[in-house]
């Protein structure tokens, strides 16, 4: 027995699709698919919101109050309005200490940026051991908690006991048997440089090795065969290609320096004679240790609004540095 069947047309088979609009996905992935890198972001930003925020409003709120121990024991809310912002800015200590927490700034960031940037170009030209070395104890040196290191430091520029007076004794400078690295002004803002910038060269170091590991190999070939030297391949290879690097590093410093409360207030609390005070230690001395909270408040709100107004001027002069290359 035979069994006829119909033959299945010969050629193509016809596929028909569901479009949407002439796109591949609905209307409402598409909405999701765009709303998502915002939904991850949710998160970091409460997070900020909530532990920079809300302390940086109550404290923009303790500016305009008198607060003192006898409000904040009774629980007393008195309001003065500006008056904390106009016995500060017309009184000479807080331009004196802006004007010294300016400079102090400057100073250490120039020499970080200079010693960070050349032992990450020497850590681009060493061996793969020494390479390592180095980059073991920059890190060793970077990990290290602040008030530890700010601690080492005291031991070694102590009075009568310090490893450096030592040293110098041994050299054959007799007079610096007793010296008093923290009775002047100038050679306790020497120890504390000293301190910051050897904090902070690690960062820069390294930031900047990364930076030289993505300038390609053929540039400097090029630049070898049309008789460059060092300084002429440094200048017209390396220099732009870690510029970016240069900037972003600088800025970061910036605010880093600036904000050096722990170092200057460890090392002598801003003495001797408050010399040394920078503005955090001179909100946090007229805030704590003078017991006037909104004064305190005052001075930090200020001093977050200069750091913001340098921060804007660099970024201003990077900016227009980028548009004139």
């Known amino acids: 027995m035979t069994v006829q069947t119909e033959r299945p047309p010969s050629g193509p088979m016809k596929v028909h699709r569901r479009t949407n609009g002439g796109h591949g996905k609905p209307p409402e992935s598409r909405r999701a698919g765009a709303l998502l890198p915002y939904l991850l ?4 930003v409460a997070v900020t919101l ?16 008198n607060l003192n121990m006898r409000q904040l ?13 106009k016995e500060i800015l017309t009184g000479s200590d807080f331009w004196r200490v802006t004007g010294r927490s300016i400079a102090f700034t400057a100073a250490n960031v120039v020499l970080i940026m200079l010693l960070g940037t050349l032992v990450g170009l020497l850590l681009a030209r060493l061996g793969k051991r020494m390479r390592v070395a180095l980059l073991i104890g920059l890190v060793l040196a ?3 908690p602040v008030v530890a290191s700010t601690t080492v430091y005291q031991w070694l520029f102590a009075q009568r006991f310090g490893v450096v007076n030592w040293v110098l004794v041994q050299f054959g400078f007799d007079g610096m048997a007793d010296y008093n690295w ?5 050679s306790t803002f020497f120890v504390v440089t ?4 050897w904090q902070s060269i690690p960062f820069v170091a390294i930031n900047l090795y990364a930076a030289t590991t993505t300038i390609p190999k053929e540039l400097y070939e090029a630049a070898s065969l049309d008789g460059a030297g060092a300084w002429k391949s440094f200048t017209s290879v390396t220099l732009p290609f870690m510029r970016p690097f240069l900037y972003a590093t600088t800025f970061l410093e910036i605010i880093w320096v600036f904000k050096a409360f722990v170092q200057v207030y460890t090392i002598n609390a801003g003495g001797p004679d408050r010399l040394t005070e920078i503005l955090p230690v001179y909100a946090y001395i007229e805030g704590i240790g003078n017991q006037h909270y909104g004064m305190g408040s005052a001075i ?3 001093t977050i609004v200069i750091m913001l107004a340098l921060t804007a001027y660099y970024l201003r002069i990077v900016l227009k540095q980028e548009e004139d290359a």
């Not at 024991?73 to 912002?85: A, M, V």
């Not at 923290?182 to 100038?186: D, F, H, R």
């Not at 000293?194 to 910038?197: M, N, R, T, W």
């Open 300 to 302: 930090a709100m200020l």
């Open 73 to 85: 024991i009774q629980h007393l809310t008195e309001w003065n309005g500006i008056d904390n912002y």
């Open 41 to 44: 972001l949710l998160p970091a």
């Open 194 to 197: 000293l301190l910051i910038v």
């Open 142 to 144: 970077w990990a290290m």
């Open 50 to 65: 909530v532990f920079l925020g809300y302390p940086l409003i109550n404290n923009g709120i303790l500016s305009f109050q």
């Open 182 to 186: 923290l009775g002047s002004q100038m």
